[in-house]
T-cell receptor
Framework: EPEVTQTPSHQVTQMGQEVILRCVPI?????FYWYRQILGQKVEFLVS????????KSEIFDDQFSVERPDGSNFTLKIRSTKLEDSAMYFC???????????FGDGTRLSIL | RKEVEQDPGPFNVPEGATVAFNCTYS??????FFWYRQDCRKEPKLLMS???SGNEDGRFTAQLNRASQYISLLIRDSKLSDSATYLC???????????FGTGTLLAVQP
């Protein structure tokens, strides 16, 4: 069964540094999402992306965050200047269309020191 | 009121038991409903979509009551492998972003 793949599985970064989290969507999926889950808390929506532009973003997704699909395959989440509170699991999810369930990658654990 | 509300549990049940999880949601405009399962420190995995008429997949039965904005999941004949956190999930808005409940932890005991 095709799956969403995310790299790296674990990223440890000093506060203030930039990080880029990568996702390879399932090949015929057109809708892309990032979610995060702080340890012990619920999964939270960050941003949705369709047709090479952001379609919706949450309050969490401030100016420090950006997404892009630079080469038509990878879908990336960049955090420009990381903060301690950015430590979380970041999940990429993709869907074929708006009526189909989203499939999640196995996540990147981001640890900010 | 929380967007999606679930009893956090934990639910400790013996193997073979039947267990029910409930969930309420606040946005009456929501159109899609799901149960996801999440193992410790893993990604959410789709268990089943929930339809207005109710639906069943093996030992799992999901029900939706739109009037009460209430979703349920019933697990029959619990297995040890069912131990996980069960996430009630509702779509929110035109982009189909998912809104998650905090999850209900199930521990099936031998």
């Amino acid at each position: 069964e095709p799956e969403v793949t995310q790299t790296p599985s674990h990223q440890v970064t000093q506060m203030g540094q930039e990080v880029i989290l990568r996702c390879v969507p399932i090949s015929n999926h057109l809708y892309f999402y990032w979610y995060r889950q702080i340890l012990g808390q619920k999964v939270e929506f960050l941003v949705s992306f369709y047709n090479n532009e952001i379609s919706e973003k949450s309050e969490i997704f401030d100016d420090q965050f950006s997404v892009e699909r630079p080469d038509g395959s990878n879908f990336t989440l960049k955090i420009r200047s990381t903060k301690l509170e950015d430590s979380a699991m970041y999940f990429c999810a993709t869907a074929k269309d708006l009526n189909q369930p989203q499939h999640f990658g196995d996540g990147t654990r981001l640890s900010i020191l | 009121r929380k967007e999606v509300e679930q009893d956090p549990g934990p639910f400790n049940v013996p193997e073979g038991a039947t267990v029910a999880f409930n969930c309420t949601y606040s946005n009456s405009a929501s159109q899609s409903f799901f149960w996801y399962r999440q193992d410790c420190r893993k990604e959410p995995k789709l268990l089943m979509s929930v339809y207005s008429s109710g639906n069943e997949d093996g030992r799992f039965t999901a029900q939706l009551n739109r009037a009460s904005q209430y979703i349920s999941l019933l697990i029959r004949d619990s297995k040890l492998s069912d131990s996980a956190t069960y996430l009630c999930v509702v779509n929110g808005g035109a982009t189909n972003k998912l809104i998650f409940g905090t999850g209900t932890l199930l521990a099936v005991q031998p």
